[in-house]
């Protein structure tokens, strides 16, 4: 006779496929289907950081799955991405989507409270990096923060992985961004996180950056948050 821990056993799989049948035809919105578990902790961390009530910019926004993520933590008052192409045929709520021409941040002085680069800024050459890095301290009221791939050193296996991931997005990029996307070439911009600390703390108006590892909340160990606090001299509006 079956014990009962058998029995639960048998129930479960045959529940799992009673409960997809009754669902098949569902017809409201599946909000669940455009979040990941990894990618909510991480937008939680980011919002913890935030503060009710910030304009926020999202620079190489892709589907803007960030600037939504983000806004089940907080609320704000204007959300904003750009990329170098526009998403086509995507229309979020409260989130003004453009295109921009990869350069420059199409936007006046101290625009926003806070921008934002999720995992971008390691593909292009780093004149390119600190350019655009630039162009977020001019249009930042108060914080830059920049989601990386970046750890302590990087073992062998760690450098053929940044190269493989360099390569695939050349290949993505080129497709996509056509002739606004210019290749690295190398792995220039996959630094260490002393690295990313010297060049973000070598911008000026930058007061501090705060490193957090996100390791303990993702699969991969190299996950990075860097929180850059801008400070700006009440006398100068340089950047």
Not at 34 to 53: C, E, F, I, M
Request: charged share 25%; net charge neutral; glycine share 4%.
């Amino acid at each position: 006779m079956y014990g009962w821990r058998a029995k639960v056993g048998v129930l479960v799989p045959v529940q799992s496929a009673v409960e997809w049948l009754a669902n098949v035809r569902r017809t409201v919105p599946r909000e669940y289907r455009d979040y990941t578990t990894s990618n909510l902790l991480k937008a939680h961390r980011v919002a913890q950081t935030l503060r009710d009530g910030d304009e926020i910019l999202d620079v190489g926004c892709g589907n803007a799955h960030l600037l939504r993520e983000l806004a089940l933590f907080r609320s704000f008052h204007r959300r904003v991405g750009i990329d170098l192409t526009a998403p086509q045929h995507l229309t979020v709520s409260d989130v003004d989507l453009s295109a921009y021409d990869g350069q420059t941040l199409p936007f006046p002085d101290r625009s926003f409270d806070v921008v934002i680069f999720g995992y971008i800024l390691h593909y292009l050459t780093r004149e390119h990096a600190v350019r655009l890095l630039s162009e977020a301290c001019r249009v930042a009221r108060r914080q830059v923060i920049l989601l990386e791939d970046s750890l302590p050193h990087f073992s062998l296996l760690y450098r053929l992985r940044n190269r493989l991931e360099r390569v695939k997005s050349d290949i993505l990029y080129a497709g996509s961004g056509g002739q606004l996307y210019r290749p690295a070439r190398d792995e220039q911009m996959f630094l260490t996180l002393k690295e990313w600390v010297v060049l973000l703390e070598a911008l000026p108006s930058v007061a501090s950056v705060r490193i957090e590892r996100l390791d303990t909340i993702s699969s991969l160990i190299h996950h990075t948050m860097f929180d850059v606090s801008l400070s700006y001299d009440s006398h100068t509006d340089d950047c």
